[in-house]
């Protein structure tokens, strides 16, 4: 069914939350080489997809599949598809909150091997960096943030949870070299990103765009997906 060029595979994925169905019979795939766009609705279940990808506990597979470079995860822990090279913008544990942005770059750079003061100057949060991580930032500084700490990864696909929303003009243009230098590190050339706005789309040009609505993936396509989403809406793709 899927081609061995893949890196990704979501089969037939049911999550729930709680007692909660959140995500119904989802399927995605992403090869080498894939730029997706990843666009739905409030609420259709984008940011559970790539969590449950990654392995937040909270997020209960209930039934389905996730292969990542041929492996499946789909019962591997959290820390476990990190290392195989997944990443997703860092989750901070409640116990962290109050730790200051460089402590936690520097700990994700021990482990990747790379370099705090390279990726701040990259995503212009040299000045923040004394600060408390999850403290009072604005929302266009905690995108910088968590687009460094998923920098700091290095990941080998890197899940982009809305990179775009509530960042100004100017500091766009930050994020996206950021997203570039994530496809760069990535050795399949592979990115997902959730996004609301075609903002990022006038500097980043998807290869493939899928459409999530009511917690499933109900179409993929190429990048004239998001002309016709931006001209219609959702409505006719439920
Ligand atoms: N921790 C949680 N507990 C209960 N329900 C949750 C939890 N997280 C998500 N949900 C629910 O799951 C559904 C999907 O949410 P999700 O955040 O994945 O949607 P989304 O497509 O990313 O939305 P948006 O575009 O608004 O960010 C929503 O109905 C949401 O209320």
Excluded: W
Aim: neutral net charge.
């Amino acid at each position: 069914m899927y081609s061995s060029d893949d890196v990704l595979v979501v089969d037939r994925l049911k999550i729930g939350i709680g007692d909660k169905i959140v995500i119904e019979d989802a399927n995605l795939s992403v090869s080498r080489g894939d730029i997706v766009f990843l666009l739905g609705p409030n609420g259709a279940g984008k940011s559970t997809l790539l969590r449950a990808i990654i392995g937040l506990p909270i997020y209960r597979i209930l039934s389905g599949d996730i292969y990542f470079n041929g492996e499946r995860i789909t019962d591997k822990s959290m820390e476990y598809r990190v290392s195989r090279g997944l990443g997703l913008t860092y989750q901070i544990p409640p116990k962290l909150l109050g730790v200051r942005v460089v402590d936690i770059l520097s700990n994700l750079c021990k482990r990747s091997g790379c370099n705090v003061s390279e990726i701040s100057n990259e995503l212009g949060i040299m000045h923040l960096l004394n600060r408390e991580f999850g403290k009072g930032f604005s929302g266009g500084e905690l995108k910088r943030i968590e687009m460094a700490t998923l920098l700091a990864q290095k990941p080998r696909l890197a899940l982009v949870d809305e990179p775009d929303s509530g960042v100004d003009i100017d500091s766009i243009e930050i994020i996206v070299k950021a997203i570039e230098h994530l496809i760069e590190v990535s050795p399949y050339r592979s990115i997902v990103i959730v996004t609301h706005t075609a903002l990022i789309s006038k500097y980043i040009r998807p290869t493939k765009v899928c459409i999530m609505i009511s917690g499933s993936v109900r179409r993929c396509g190429d990048e004239d997906l998001l002309d016709e989403v931006f001209s219609h809406g959702f409505k006719n793709m439920a």
